[in-house]
């Protein structure tokens, strides 16, 4: 049977865990110690279901597919502690926000995925607002999980194109955690006057920066981020946002950050990235 264990029990991780825990016994979500979830969808709030989260150095097992669902500034202590965990066998699948870290893992195995999953952690309990996505690679192992997922509420996407899908997620992550993190402010930000205009121009220079890198993306692409933008609930807040808030080091760096650093690479213009840039990068808490 294929053992599968998901590293990280934020809002994806718990969330990947608990689709693919409806149908199967053999998967295992992992954290820093021991303890149960809540979990509850944002359009259900009275319906609660509870997640059995293990210790990682308490877990023995090498497992067949490893999802590392953690974000960048957690990515570096996670590697550290999952030699046990793998065998020369293993998938693993990098699911977090950003880009540019698949190189920090040493493995011949090693894939990224594009996330679409939308929730928020505070101390037990998760919420999930909405998606349950995930986009890789197309190839013999990916299809492994994929055939897994079949008739799950977690729907695997395969593609002949990720480093689009990847470069498009990036600016979906580049536009509106930007405004929620400075902001300090849920999506309901962005119906606040000049928002969306500001949204607009920071993925237009997005655009640029992926069409320098190569990355051909459709001509409505900024359009279509826009409409994403427009579904998702008010109350919903990012990844970057409820870091900011709790004082927490940020995915700067996989996502702003590494824009920025092509942006210098290719010599373009972009003084909205550099402003917001600079504006996070201020704000994050000191070590």
Known sequence: MTQIAIIGPGAVGSTIAKDLQEKYNNVHLLGRSNKQLNYHSYETPDQTSTLQVTA??????VVDILIIAVKIPQ???VLSQINHLIGSHTTIILAQNGYGQLGHIKHPNVYQAVVYISGQKQENHITHFQDHTLIMDNNSRTQQLFEIAQNTKLSIELTDQIE???????LVNSGINTITALTQQPVKVMEKPNMKQL????LNEG???AKAEGIVL?????SDIMDIYESYPPEMG????YDMLAQRPTEIDGIQGFLYQCARKHQLHTPILDTVYTLLLAQQPEE
């Not at 949204?199 to 920071?202: F, G, I, Y």
């Open 75 to 77: 990515l570096q202590n």
């Open 207 to 209: 655009i640029s920066i």
């Open 238 to 241: 990012t990844s970057m946002y």
């Open 56 to 61: 990682i150095n308490d877990f023995s097992k």
């Open 199 to 202: 949204c607009n121009q920071l």
């Open 164 to 170: 689009e899908k990847i470069w498009y997620k990036l």
């Open 218 to 222: 459709e001509p409505s692409t900024v």
